[in-house]
């Protein structure tokens, strides 16, 4: 036993007698170890040279076919780099025990073995799992907290080949030198989000040999409120960009190159080219090439200034020519310049353009008067009929007020009546007169004045008029009215003396049959019959053109038809029927002989109704338009008829009432039919259109 140290031989002799309760001194050690045996223990062996090993000596005895011991048998190891690595190790968790404790995020260790050797107090509070309920563990029990399950875990994968990764789905695993780390999908633990890794390997101080591994968990909540904010934040932008207003506008980013890196989806809705194909163009490639130039400059400007402004015409991928408004300002990301821009399409803008240049040369060469004054009714601008109109220079306009055209005696007319009505209705129209400042004299106009507001506040901005001169019209309408007035006369005169003669013809004719100097049913009474009939058509034709003659001599009003109704129906000739009147308030724009119409509704009804008893008046909507109705319970009229009685033709001796109805009706526009049902009675429809009715309150 020469290479056994005798203090450590009687140090496990004393150890061996406390524990078996005998006085065990030296060698004796190993009889009862053999006894004992097959035994295991650690002992330190000293080499030949001198040098001391570690080593594990395992003593089994030899027993003979009786069961007595006839020697031993022993195996020992050298354990000496193991006893050395515990060493280490040990040395290792007293010096990192109280950094790994400290480390703020959640951290552990593991020995070779796959043993809990570390548990942080980052950790303990992450998983709820105190340390001293987890130290020394195996088996990844580890992994339990984060997986629910036993299963490797980043700091098991370090020592691991590539396989290990697959089989445990870590293709996303990245491994550099001695450090191993994942972006994998987080594990939520006690409500809190975390991310595996990174872990490392843990060396030996003195010869750096793989003594474990360690590990640590990120708490990645917040981050991952960050990253979803983020991600939100730019759908919002990406969302914004391509829903920039209106499909007439386009955003669009290039560097220096030109090459587009940001655009959005109405650049290619507008210019037919696909996303791909936008990626590979430059800016001016979709420039007419008649503005390719100060397109180029602008850009250039916008490098150069920071900003720029241009139009210009985009030629799109089918051909079409659209004018564009570019405006382009620099801006620089991460040391790099960019264009920031905005497109718009003013194809309106210049339509609208053309239309105001027209609209003002139709203002400026108009023959009426169009001139407008400011809210204290000084006036700013005129046309050149206007200042031809009041004789005046349209350039020295401004130093009129509104009032200085008006002749005095309707300034009190203005002020009381017009522009009281203008500025409450926003509107008045009719026949005024203006000061010739030139010559000194009236003119007359038919005036439109009206408030120009302002569209938010609705407050009068300016006053308008637009005026027409009606001076000649007017001196015509007088003249033509006085040969109007000589021929009525005249006609007169002519009707009353023919009317004359026709009562002394009828007064003969009664003469000569109450002297019985027509013999009844002979063919000369049949013929002085039909000359009797003659002169009372006659009568009837000259009657019918003073009533005729009437038509438009005087200018139309507003009606209340149930009034003229009721008017009517109060003829002794009328009473006989009952009268049904359910117009209400209606009023009607006619001509002043409307009342002959309703006249000759009753008078149709009476004398050709037969067996009527009642006759009704009532109203219909019709879309926009309205329509009087006349219905009679009489026997109507045939579909033959319903035309003709109103032409110049005699059916039962109408005589021309319906033909006189029919053209005092049409100078208001509205129109008349009979639509009844023949043998249920007549049905007259008036048309009345939209503008021409209304009701009384």
Same mark, same amino acid.
């Given at each position: ?55 594990? *000596? ?141 872990? *490392? @390997? ?15 968990? %990120? ?197 009381? &009546? ?46 308008? %008029? &637009? ?22 006369? @005249?006609?007169?005169? %002519? ?55 009437? @038509? ?146």
């Amino acid at each position: 036993m020469r290479f056994h140290i005798e203090e450590e031989i009687s140090s496990h002799a004393k150890e061996f007698s406390e524990r078996t309760g005998k006085n065990i001194k030296g060698l004796d050690l190993f009889a009862e170890i053999m006894i004992e045996g097959p035994e295991r223990h650690d002992w330190t062996y000293k080499k030949k040279d001198g040098s001391l090993i570690s080593v594990e *000596l395992t003593v089994t005895p030899i027993r003979d076919d009786k069961g007595n011991i006839r020697g031993a048998f022993g195996v020992f190891y050298d354990i000496t780099d193991k006893k050395r690595l515990e060493e280490e190790f040990k040395s290792y968790k007293i010096q990192s025990s109280g950094i790994i404790a400290n480390i703020p995020e959640p951290t552990f260790a593991i020995d070779l073995g796959g043993r809990v050797i570390a548990w942080n107090r980052a950790v303990e509070e992450l998983t709820g799992i105190p340390a001293q309920d987890i130290l020394g563990k195996g088996d990844h029990e580890y992994a339990i907290p984060f997986y629910g399950k036993r299963r490797p875990m980043l700091i098991d994968l370090i020592t691991e080949p590539e396989e290990m990764m697959k089989k445990w789905n870590c293709e996303d695993i990245t491994k550099t030198g001695n450090v191993i780390a994942a972006d994998v999908v987080p594990f939520k633990i006690r409500g809190k989000s975390t991310i595996s890794g990174p872990a *490392l @390997l843990l060396y030996t101080i003195t010869d750096g040999k793989t003594i474990g591994a360690i590990e640590s968990a %990120t708490d990645v909540t917040h981050i991952k409120k960050v990253e979803e904010a983020l991600a939100r934040e730019k759908a919002n932008v990406e969302y914004i960009i391509d829903s920039l207003p209106g499909m007439f506008y386009m955003f669009y980013m290039f560097d220096e190159k030109g090459k587009f890196v940001r655009w959005n989806k109405n650049l290619e809705t507008l210019t037919g080219y696909s996303a791909e194909e936008v990626r590979k163009m430059k800016p001016l490639e979709f420039i007419d090439d008649d503005y390719k130039d100060q397109s180029s400059e602008s850009i250039e400007m916008a490098f150069l200034k920071g900003y720029s402004d241009t139009e210009a015409v985009i030629v799109t991928k089918d051909g079409r020519r659209i004018p564009f408004f570019f405006s382009a300002n620099k801006e620089v990301i991460d040391g790099i310049p960019y264009i920031l821009g905005m497109g718009l399409d003013i194809t309106k803008s210049k339509e609208t353009e053309t239309e105001i240049r027209k609209l003002a040369l139709g203002v400026k060469h108009s023959g009426e008067m169009i001139a407008l004054a400011n809210q204290d009714g000084i006036i700013n601008f005129i046309n050149e009929a206007g200042a031809k109109m009041i004789g005046i220079d349209a350039n020295d306009i401004t130093r009129y007020h509104f009032m200085d055209l008006i002749p005095d005696h309707l300034k009190d007319k203005m002020n009381t &009546v017009i522009m009281p009505a203008t500025v409450e209705k926003g509107l008045w129209e009719g026949e005024i007169q203006y000061i010739n400042k030139k010559a000194g004299n009236t003119i007359d106009v038919h005036a439109m004045i009206f408030t120009i507001n302002d569209p938010e506040t609705d407050e009068m901005i300016y006053l308008a %008029t &637009v005026s027409l001169d009606i001076t000649e019209r007017k001196k015509a309408v007088a003249a033509l009215r006085e040969v109007n007035k000589k021929l009525n006369l @005249l006609g007169s005169i %002519t009707r009353h003396d023919i009317l004359n003669q026709i009562t002394v013809a009828q007064g003969y004719m009664d003469i000569l049959e109450m002297d019985g100097l027509i013999p009844k049913n002979s063919d000369a009474g049949d013929k002085c019959e039909k000359v009797a009939g003659a002169i009372e058509t006659i009568k009837r034709l000259i009657l019918f053109t003073r009533d005729y003659k009437d @038509l438009s001599e005087q200018s139309p009003e507003w009606y209340n038809v149930g009034r003229i109704i009721d008017k009517n129906y109060k003829n002794l000739g009328f009473r006989s029927i009952q009268l049904v009147n359910e117009t209400d308030d209606l009023e009607v724009y006619a001509d002043p002989l409307f009342e002959k119409v309703i006249y000759n509704l009753f008078d149709n009804a009476v004398k050709h109704g037969e067996k009527i008893t009642t006759i009704k008046f009532y109203f219909t909507e019709e879309g926009e338009n309205l329509n009087l109705i006349c219905e009679d319970d009489g026997i109507g009229i045939s579909d033959e008829f319903k035309e003709k009685i109103f032409k110049r033709e005699h059916y039962k001796n109408t005589g021309l009432g319906l033909f006189l109805s029919r053209e005092i009706l049409s100078i208001t526009g509205m129109s008349i039919e009979e639509n009844g049902v023949y043998g249920k009675g007549a049905r007259f429809r008036i048309n009345i259109p939209k503008g021409a009715f209304r009701f009384t309150e």
